[in-house]
């Protein structure tokens, strides 16, 4: 398990230069300046000044710089903000959007794991129907669908909660549950047709046979060994909803992790475009290198560090 995780972990700098080297490429390629705005043009030796002050004179010297400054802990300045550093900007942002994410995939969890079990104990009538159903429009319907909705119902019409703004666990619940519904959705998929295949097994048969309560055996064991497979997605999932929504965020004007992105992409702001995109980088993968790990803890006849 040691070597595993050495070896996982050195790999994480590799894949990291990867991907900044591919998102700056995308980000310098797109047209435009971020210097630049529609209603007026920048002087030219303002621009000068401020591309030498970015080091984006050119893509090579911006290329050669930042990478640096970032293993050192630097981020470098936002182009958008002035004043502020990529650090302040995330260090503003992300616990806002860690905080919306685990309520988010708490919720998905929970509430899938629970349908989908229930599912495949009841396959075959209306709510397992139901329930496939739902999980079509969780995965089908956008992000901003599921969001306007909910405002309109439950900010517009009932008043129940508010409809923008972040301060308390009333402005939470609405995004919250506009995140999880997409991760709900698969996890409730998932651990129906797992708990399908567990449910046919013949240590569920014996259990029964013994004396084993219904209840008991669909909880205490069936649903343990059905986990696996929506263990397996949490990773990515975990990822994702911790960064934050950038749709969800937009619409209920929540100013996290997403947010910002979004406005860097608009703006062509490149130093925080690379840093909202090296920061999911790394919850990435840290979260599938803990997904391996928790295999081991979920089912101990699981070995990670076998190979063919």
Known sequence: ???????????????????????????????????????????????????????????????????????????????????????????????????????????????????????????????????????????????????????????DQLKWFPSAGWGGISHMVLPAVALSLMPMAYIARLTRASMIDVLGADYVRTARAKGMTRTSVIWKHCFRNAFLPVFSFLGPAAASTLTGSFVVEQVFNINGLGWHFVNSVKNRDQTLILGTVMVYSVFLLTFNLLVDVGYVFIDPRIDVTARA
């Not at 349908?115 to 209306?126: D, I, M, N, Q, S």
């Open 1 to 155: 398990m040691t070597k595993f995780l050495l070896w996982r972990l050195v790999q994480f700098p590799l894949i990291l230069a990867i991907i900044y080297v591919i998102t700056f490429l995308l980000a310098w390629a797109a047209p435009g300046s971020p210097f630049d705005r529609p209603d007026r043009k920048l002087d030219p030796v303002a621009k000068a000044q401020l591309e030498k002050q970015f080091h984006a004179e050119h893509w090579y010297t911006f290329l050669a710089y930042y990478p640096l400054q970032m293993v050192q802990g630097n981020l470098g300045p936002s182009m958008e903000y002035k004043g502020w550093s990529v650090n302040d900007v995330l260090r503003e942002s992300l616990p806002i959007s860690v905080t919306l994410g685990l309520f988010a995939m708490a919720i998905g969890l929970l509430a899938g794991s629970f349908v989908g079990a229930l599912a495949a104990v009841r396959r075959g009538g209306v709510y397992d129907y139901a329930s496939l159903i739902a999980a079509l429009a969780g995965i089908s319907l956008p992000g901003f669908v599921v969001a306007g909705l909910l405002v309109v119902i439950f900010s």
